[in-house]
């Protein structure tokens, strides 16, 4: 399937009816009993916005359900596991600093793609190791970035407790969902990992993200999502 936003009338029912048993599917899961599309439903995408094939109004909602999926509930439940055996050496993250370098779209031409990647998947390499080669001239900001997180992994490594000068006490996960630190220019401790699941939606609320006014337009033109 490829779905073309510029012909949206033509694939109204599709929107209402199938786009969401097609994500699951191509996401590899198998929810025969409709529960999971319900809570999807419930939590993402909104009954008005699939009744009226809405779906430039989906896109954030679609962004964090793949987030979600194939990201976050998988790291969350990992750390889980190892917390229940490692209940004080487990120590959970999420980096939110956007550098001046990313690693959106990983070497492909974005020149194709309306927005910015914003903070990306494997960010955070970029100040452990520098790749690719430009990105190992970085900026005052970027240098203090990369010292930080070579003092994280370093003390890590060396005492079993990740610090850094200037770095909150990070505390190890000793709940089902945290606590956890969130790794940006100021970083701060949160209780609860699941708050980091609806970043796209709640940017659109605010404003902000990738449904910006300026964006609209070229969105009519690309090519969503899975392909058959």
């Not at 600093?97 to 031409?109: I, L």
């Amino acid at each position: 399937m490829v779905m073309v936003y510029s012909e949206r009338k033509k694939n109204e029912s599709y929107i209402a009816y199938n786009l969401l048993d097609d994500l699951l599917e191509r996401f590899g899961i198998e929810d025969t009993t409709g529960a999971l599309k319900g809570i999807l439903r419930q939590k993402l995408v909104s009954q008005y916005q699939m009744s009226e094939a809405d779906f430039y109004s989906m896109i954030p909602d679609l962004v964090d359900m793949a987030g979600i999926i194939t990201m976050k509930i998988p790291i969350l439940r990992t750390a889980q596991i190892n917390a229940k055996d490692q209940p004080k050496n487990t120590f959970l993250y999420s980096f939110n600093y956007e550098g001046e370098y990313t690693r959106f779209g990983y070497g492909d031409n974005k020149d194709n793609v309306p927005y910015d990647g914003g903070v990306c998947h494997n960010d955070e390499n970029i100040y452990l190791f520098p790749y690719p080669d430009y990105a190992a001239h970085l900026n005052d900001a970027d240098t203090t970035m990369a010292r930080t997180m070579i003092d994280l992994w370093t003390s890590f490594v060396e005492t079993g407790k990740p610090s850094a000068y200037g770095f909150p006490s990070w505390p190890p996960m000793s709940k089902r969902n945290g606590p956890y630190v969130r790794i940006n220019r100021k970083s701060w401790i949160d209780p609860d990992y699941t708050t980091d699941f609806y970043k796209a939606v709640s940017d659109a609320r605010a404003g902000e993200g990738i449904l910006r006014p300026e964006n609209k337009d070229k969105m009519f033109h690309i090519q969503f999502v899975v392909r058959k």
